[in-house]
């Protein structure tokens, strides 16, 4: 097999994660921080490109890896048009999409930018692989029950469809040919229902729908939202932090980090069990949901993302579900790898870099 050295890029809020693979061996991994003060410089998230490109490049240079070394650069998607699953080059369009920030401005939308950037440097492809707006929902899964709503798919795609795809070479078939559910229990909390290499319904986990998660309040009854919204006393920066950045476990128990509130109920408190116990109840009602969805029909329920390491969450998850379907753990994101697997798909001729139109 040719080797491949790819470089991958994911950029976040205050810093850049960058990983250098040789086809899928890791051989250098750094997150680049960002100071409070070095971005604030700036008066948009774009703005940021030629820093935090020429902070990549010293990166490398210093540990003796060149910009001009690479036979592919790949970087995160960012909040693009919806788009189908897969590993796209990028092309004049998406960078115009991903400039303007016209469907959100998020660090992720520069992962694109800078990726072609160093790719021209050193004439090679530059990629996005699985950005969160993947969407490939049926249409029967698209009515919300008013016309002016119609549910849209916005999810934890990259590491959804990377373990997907895992579990598939583990039993020796493709993506292409398995039915999965998969919930990614992050900061955020979205669950999929994979059927033959496609997401056909999944919640909008960048609003919070579905499970309530560490920051998120997850699907709300409706009738007293909109009470609240109508209410003097809340204004709607208030309630748009209440439903996300201050609902779930923050709300409740004035903290995101799981392993605080694993800690909590060690030590007696019988309000963060019932809470931490909940968020489980509903991550296992919403696998429940997605089984229906694929006719019962469904090879394995993956749970996946950073709270996945907790054996206290997944065996509550675990023994509400898995009498539907055997249930499979990947903890952690991994989406470094993620990124680098897709370019290598195309590279190796696995399948074809999709264009962006």
């Known amino acids: 097999?040719?080797?491949?050295?790819?470089?991958?890029?994911?950029?976040?809020?205050?810093?850049?994660?960058?990983?250098?693979?040789?086809?899928?061996?890791?051989?250098?991994?750094?997150?680049?921080?960002?100071?409070?003060?070095?971005?604030q410089k700036y008066d948009s998230v774009f703005a940021q490109?030629?820093?935090?490109?020429?902070?990549?490049?010293?990166?490398?240079?210093?540990?003796?890896?060149?910009?001009?070394?690479?036979?592919?650069?790949?970087?995160?998607?960012?909040?693009?048009?919806?788009?189908?699953?897969?590993?796209?080059?990028v092309n004049e369009a998406m960078i115009a999409d991903l400039a303007s920030g016209e469907r959100g401005e998020h660090a992720s939308n520069l992962g694109g930018i800078i990726a072609k950037e160093i790719a021209d440097m050193a004439v090679v492809p530059a990629f996005i692989v699985d950005p969160v707006v993947v969407d490939e929902m049926d249409d029967i899964a698209r009515i919300s029950?008013?016309?002016?709503?119609?549910?849209?798919?916005?999810?934890h795609a990259l590491n959804q469809k990377a373990v997907?795809?895992?579990?598939?070479?583990?039993?020796?078939?493709?993506?292409?040919?398995?039915?999965?559910?998969?919930?990614?229990?992050?900061?955020?909390i979205s669950t999929g229902a994979h059927r033959k290499g496609r997401v056909i319904d999944v919640n909008n986990a960048l609003d919070g729908e579905g499970a309530f998660s560490p920051e998120r309040a997850g699907s709300l009854p409706v009738g007293q939202l909109i009470n609240m919204c109508y209410d003097e006393k809340y204004t709607k920066d208030?309630?748009?932090?209440?439903?996300?950045?201050?609902?779930?476990?923050?709300?409740?128990?004035?903290?995101?980090?799981?392993?605080?509130?694993?800690?909590?109920?060690?030590?007696?408190?019988?309000?963060?069990?019932?809470?931490?116990?909940?968020?489980?109840?509903?991550?296992?009602?919403?696998?429940?949901?997605?089984?229906?969805?694929?006719?019962?029909?469904?090879?394995?329920?993956?749970?996946?993302g950073g709270i996945a390491y907790s054996e206290m969450m997944t065996g509550w998850i675990k023994d509400r579900v898995s009498k539907m379907a055997e249930v499979v753990i990947y903890p952690g994101e991994d989406e470094m790898i993620a990124l680098a697997e897709g370019?290598?798909?195309?590279?190796?001729?696995?399948?074809?870099?999709?264009?962006?139109?």
């Open 164 to 188: 997907a795809r895992r579990y598939a070479k583990s039993i020796g078939k493709s993506y292409e040919d398995i039915n999965v559910v998969v919930a990614h229990l992050g900061g955020g």
């Open 145 to 155: 029950g008013i016309p002016e709503i119609e549910r849209i798919s916005i999810f």
């Open 238 to 304: 208030y309630l748009k932090k209440r439903i996300k950045g201050n609902g779930g476990l923050v709300a409740y128990l004035n903290t995101n980090d799981a392993r605080e509130v694993e800690d909590m109920i060690k030590k007696g408190d019988e309000k963060a069990a019932l809470i931490y116990e909940a968020m489980a109840y509903q991550v296992a009602k919403d696998i429940g949901a997605s089984v229906a969805v694929l006719s019962c029909d469904v090879d394995a329920i993956i749970l996946t």
């Open 49 to 89: 490109k030629s820093f935090r490109k020429e902070v990549i490049i010293e990166s490398l240079v210093e540990v003796g890896i060149s910009p001009h070394s690479f036979d592919a650069i790949v970087g995160r998607g960012g909040l693009l048009k919806p788009m189908e699953g897969g590993t796209y080059e």
């Open 343 to 357: 370019a290598l798909r195309v590279l190796n001729k696995e399948e074809e870099a999709k264009e962006y139109v």
């Open 1 to 39: 097999m040719k080797e491949y050295k790819v470089l991958a890029i994911n950029p976040g809020s205050t810093s850049t994660k960058i990983a250098v693979f040789l086809n899928e061996d890791l051989i250098m991994e750094k997150t680049l921080r960002h100071s409070t003060e070095e971005i």
